[in-house]
């Protein structure tokens, strides 16, 4: 088998043309970016090891694995993520909640000389902290997760990239208790246990997304938890499914928040919710 014909054999298959480039790429041990090498090397043989390697990448994605767990890098904000089952493949949605936090932590370093602390709950990979450490360096970034296994990704992409963030073990503000934050944000399990979607996204850890009945229940926990660890006029930035915007503004405005939002996506949904505690007096 040539390169030619793998590509082929992965579209009649049924992958989509990229994804059939990807995976040939990757048997091959190629950069996955690098398609002017597949028409220059067309007819090229595969060798018997990159076989191999051909069928079990295309047998993976046919069965629904993302790509990114295939390469074992996502891109975010800029940054090239390592990522692999223990984690879910952070998605582009998520960079409108990191920038509404960057564009509030601007906005609070015009106004206060001190370092800001950032809390990010339920941080996975670490993609939300250390885009925040890295596009606003002089935050002290504290990130959690219940999980020891995402835990140990958001370490290495914290190595790999060189930024200082603070990584604590346990479930949502327990590893923090007493301490105080200037910002949390949080993309937190947000899928109710019997959504229809739930097996397109088989391969991901389901503890990451499912959240109860309606999908709010770690919403709620947050919400309800969150101002006994922030500062005055410290603000709470959500991440939450397509239909739940209207319910999660109403969470953060009994639980007495202020100036409460949301941010729309690419695609001009909803996406985000937050608000701001209330100063004192």
């Given at each position: 088998m040539n390169v030619h014909d793998a590509l082929t054999q992965a579209q009649a298959r049924g992958l989509p043309r990229i994804d059939a480039q990807m995976v040939v790429l990757l048997s091959v041990e190629r950069d996955t970016h690098d398609r002017a090498w597949l028409w220059?090397?067309?007819?090229?043989?595969?060798?018997?090891?990159?076989?191999?390697?051909?069928?079990?990448?295309?047998?993976?994605?046919?069965?629904?694995?993302?790509?990114?767990?295939?390469?074992?890098?996502?891109?975010?904000?800029?940054?090239?993520?390592r990522v692999d089952a223990r984690v879910l493949v952070p998605r582009a949605d998520t960079?409108?909640?990191?920038?509404?936090?960057?564009?509030?932590?601007?906005?609070?370093?015009q106004q206060a000389p001190t370092?800001?602390?950032?809390?990010?709950?339920?941080?996975?990979?670490?993609?939300?902290?250390?885009?925040?450490?890295?596009?606003?360096?002089?935050?002290?970034?504290?990130?959690?997760?219940?999980?020891?296994?995402?835990?140990?990704?958001?370490?290495a992409n914290a190595h790999q990239l060189g930024l200082?963030?603070?990584?604590?073990?346990g479930n949502w503000f327990a590893p923090v208790a007493g301490q105080h934050f200037d910002l949390i944000v949080s993309n937190p399990p947000y899928i109710a246990e019997d959504d229809p979607?739930?097996?397109?996204?088989?391969h991901e850890p389901?503890?990451?997304?499912?959240?109860?009945?309606?999908?709010?229940d770690?919403?709620?926990?947050?919400?309800?938890?969150?101002?006994?660890?922030?500062?005055r006029g410290a603000w709470l930035l959500l991440e939450h499914g397509f239909d739940q915007a209207e319910a999660v503004r109403a969470l953060l405005g009994q639980a007495g928040f202020t100036h409460i939002c949301s941010r729309k996506d690419l695609a001009g949904i909803e996406r985000c919710s937050g608000g701001q505690y209330p100063f004192g007096g």
């Open positions: 220059s090397h067309d007819d090229s043989p595969l060798s018997d090891s990159q076989f191999t390697r051909f069928n079990a990448l295309l047998e993976r994605r046919l069965a629904g694995e993302p790509m990114a767990y295939l390469t074992g890098i996502q891109e975010f904000h800029g940054m090239a993520l960079e409108t909640l990191l920038d509404w936090a960057l564009e509030i932590l601007e906005h609070r370093s370092r800001p602390r950032v809390l990010d709950l339920g941080t996975g990979s670490g993609a939300i902290a250390l885009g925040i450490r890295a596009s606003h360096p002089p935050a002290e970034v504290h990130a959690v997760d219940a999980s020891a296994d995402a835990l140990a990704v958001a370490r200082d963030v603070h990584l604590h073990h979607h739930l097996p397109a996204l088989a389901r503890t990451a997304l499912t959240a109860g009945p309606d999908g709010l770690d919403l709620r926990h947050i919400v309800h938890t969150a101002p006994s660890h922030l500062q």
